[in-house]
T-cell receptor, first 117, second 114 residues
């Protein structure tokens, strides 16, 4: 079974600082990879995804993530944090091998990002 | 285009009561999902429906049942609610085709069981 680990349940940065949220997965076959953001009392919104091709993926709100197969990682970054980035972020993977796993996502535990003025 | 809608937004139940959470999507997606979200545990899949007419158990199906009423609607039923089912419930849908795997989420239902 796949698993997703997000290192750090809480990350705190200053406004304007680099944001780095870590995600590692375990899978024998490189999966499809996603980052979602959840603002308070809302549903999840897709930030970006990696399916195939270029390993550096750009998403909404200035976020990007890089798929590193050798490290089984998909870390999320943003060069300069903004107050509006404060939210909870979830990494998710999808098994692309088909069968009964078709389309299902496995989520990490989430990382709450706090941005200080 | 409303996306994924869920009703109700909030609900309080007493132990042993039953209720149905409703979910609908207007994006012509084939697959639909029910998750529960608990602090520090991410989202856990309860049930999913890969296509109209099919449903399958996810990671935490005990105490729940689902119905895929048609392509648009996917309901989640709690037959006899327990305090352990206090959670936030999210419905999601996706068009599972080749490289299109992302799921679109509803706003959630906050359920408290006393």
């Amino acid at each position: 079974a796949q698993s997703v680990t997000q290192l750090g349940s809480h990350v705190s940065v200053s406004e304007g600082a680099l944001v780095l949220l870590r995600c590692n997965y375990s899978s024998s076959v490189p999966p499809y990879l996603f980052w979602y953001v959840q603002y308070p009392n809302q549903g999840l919104q897709l930030l970006l995804k990696y399916t195939t091709g270029a390993t550096l993926v750009k998403g909404i709100n200035g976020f990007e993530a890089e798929f590193k197969k050798s490290e089984t990682s998909f870390h999320l970054t943003k060069p300069s944090a903004h107050m509006s980035d404060a939210a909870e972020y979830f990494c998710a993977v999808s098994d692309k091998s088909g069968g009964t796993s078709y389309g299902k996502l496995t989520f990490g535990q989430g990382t709450i990002l706090t941005v200080h003025p | 285009n409303a996306g994924v809608t869920q009703t109700p937004k909030f609900q309080v139940l007493k132990t042993g009561q039953s209720m149905t959470l409703q979910c609908a999507q207007d994006m012509n997606h084939n697959s639909m999902y029910w998750y529960r979200q608990d602090p520090g545990m991410g989202l856990r899949l309860i049930y999913y429906s890969a296509s109209e007419g099919t449903t399958d158990k996810g990671e935490v199906p005990n105490g729940y049942n689902v119905s895929r009423l048609n392509k648009r609607e996917f309901s989640l039923r709690l037959e006899s609610a327990a305090p352990s089912q206090t959670s936030v419930y999210f419905c999601a849908s996706s068009l599972v085709h080749l490289l299109t795997y992302e799921q679109y989420f509803g706003p959630g239902t906050r359920l408290t069981v006393t």
